[in-house]
């Protein structure tokens, strides 16, 4: 269950993410239904009385002052009224071209120089400017997970990170949350990738991804589909899980279990995410809210 600082963090993420224009919104109206379905009690009751200025639905009322002050209100209650308004408000802005609410355009005549032709995403940029070096691991889990990429550019991106980011990969270990690497072609399936993507979130080493990106190859060349959502680690009380088993933990037939503690990972239909993304979804608080906007900030 969500605690109130979850839903704060939350919130306020979510309202930084109405202010930034570089966010679509339809973007913005998924990821607050994910939102809802992720951490109940996030919506309050709408209110309005001499404390908290009411809706104004006459948009010829509408400007920025009136955008700025609704979007205060909704600090203090973050209602679906308020939320819808906001989000109704800001597109009429972005039709009206006013400035401040249109997305900035990246100048083709001056690409992100790499040395090797390749153009990082809008997100990946941002997020390696920002330096947290497991915000960018994330951000390089998304960009695996964008079909539209190729091995080529993905390998890329690894390496154009890496340059910039220090201690971005950790050191290939093998434990109970990172199960090692298997040569063994026949075998990569995409339930071997999809359990090696949740490996890649506890030990974030090149050769995993490197791995992810052959395997993933190999599962499209096999014609295979989108790997299918597996039961994800439980989230630890930290970012990252931890690697100790769970004393105890019961199989079946009753005997000591050696796999990890499990429970099904959510896939909101329309963001197709992996099932290590939506573990850490189910962790709540910072990472979910990391997640959640890079995959709306992502273009």
Not at 247 to 276: D, H, I
Request: glycine letters at 4%.
């Amino acid at each position: 269950m969500s605690t109130n600082n979850d839903l704060s963090r939350i919130r306020k993420a979510f309202l930084d993410a109405v202010n930034e224009a570089q966010t679509e919104t339809e973007h913005l109206r998924q990821t607050m239904g994910t939102f809802q379905s992720l951490h109940p009690g996030i919506l309050v009751a709408y209110v309005a009385n001499e404390n908290f200025e009411p809706i104004d639905r006459n948009a010829l009322h509408w400007t920025e002052t009136y955008f700025s002050t609704q979007r205060e209100l909704a600090k203090r209650n973050f209602s679906m009224e308020r939320i819808n308004h906001l989000i109704d408000v800001r597109e009429r802005f972005r039709q009206d071209g006013r400035k401040g609410f249109l997305p900035r355009t990246t100048n083709p005549s001056k690409p992100v120089d790499t040395g090797t032709g390749y153009r990082p995403s809008t997100s990946l940029q941002k997020i390696v400017a920002e330096g947290d070096v497991e915000t960018v691991q994330t951000g390089l889990s998304i960009e695996l997970e964008d079909h539209r990429n190729s091995a080529e550019r993905l390998r890329a991106a690894l390496a154009w990170a890496k340059a910039r980011v220090p201690n971005l990969c950790e050191r290939h270990t093998e434990k109970a949350f990172a199960k090692a690497i298997d040569p063994d072609r026949k075998k990569w399936t995409s339930d071997y990738y999809a359990k090696q993507s949740v490996y890649l979130e506890t030990n974030f080493s090149e050769e995993r991804f490197l791995h992810l990106i052959d395997v993933r190859e190999h599962v499209r060349q096999q014609g295979a589909k989108a790997p299918s959502p597996i039961a994800a680690p439980a989230p630890a009380s930290t970012s990252r899980p931890s690697s100790k088993a769970q004393p105890g933990a019961q199989t079946e037939s009753g005997s000591r279990s050696k796999e990890p503690p499990r429970r099904p990972a959510p896939q909101p239909a329309s963001w197709n995410l992996s099932p290590a993304l939506a573990a850490a979804l189910l962790a709540g608080g910072a990472i979910a809210v990391v997640v959640i906007l890079i995959l709306v900030m992502r273009k």
